[in-house]
């Protein structure tokens, strides 16, 4: 890496880093969180879950009930509580979010995208759906899928 850091570990414009550093970093920051704690907060109402996957995947793989479906393209838009566009789960910057994508590896880095917008409990899901899955979590199926 070259370049110089800022508070936080982030790096000033213009600094080159590579992706895995850049993840290790932005990890750091986060509570990560594991599949069977994120159910039962989100059982306890204390988190909203949000699958950012595209939509190949989520037909292929399935669903998670009760998730909010935000592509990652519109994640700052849709949860960001100032936002005129903001889904209507997002009411505020105390929000507990924990955004999952398939493996876990985009999320984290959205999740430190929403950070930015004020939602400082927002994390993401260790693992992605594929730990949530491979959990015995619950998943609805696709249609002709069992």
């Given at each position: 890496?070259?370049?110089?850091?800022?508070?936080?570990?982030?790096?000033?414009?213009?600094?080159?880093?590579?992706?895995d550093e850049l993840l290790e970093r932005v990890r750091s920051g986060l509570d990560r969180i594991e599949p069977r704690?994120?159910?039962?907060?989100?059982?306890?109402?204390?988190?909203?879950?949000?699958d950012t996957r595209y939509a190949a995947l989520r037909e292929r793989d399935g669903l998670i009930p009760g998730a909010?479906?935000?592509?990652?393209?519109?994640?700052?838009?849709?949860?960001?509580?100032?936002?005129?566009?903001?889904?209507?789960?997002?009411?505020?910057?105390?929000?507990?979010?924990?955004?999952?994508?398939?493996?876990?590896?985009?999320?984290?880095?959205?999740?430190?995208?929403?950070?930015?917008?004020?939602?400082?409990?927002?994390?993401?899901?260790?693992?992605?759906?594929?730990?949530?899955?491979?959990?015995?979590?619950?998943?609805?199926?696709?249609?002709?899928?069992?």
């Open positions: 890496m070259t370049g110089e850091r800022t508070d936080g570990g982030r790096v000033t414009a213009g600094a080159r880093v590579g992706i704690a994120a159910y039962e907060a989100y059982r306890a109402g204390d988190a909203l879950l949000v909010l479906v935000v592509e990652r393209n519109e994640l700052e838009w849709r949860l960001d509580p100032l936002g005129s566009h903001r889904a209507a789960e997002a009411v505020g910057h105390d929000l507990r979010v924990v955004v999952l994508c398939n493996e876990g590896y985009a999320s984290s880095l959205a999740a430190e995208s929403l950070r930015r917008l004020g939602l400082h409990r927002a994390t993401d899901l260790i693992g992605g759906f594929q730990a949530w899955k491979a959990a015995g979590l619950p998943v609805l199926r696709p249609a002709g899928k069992r």
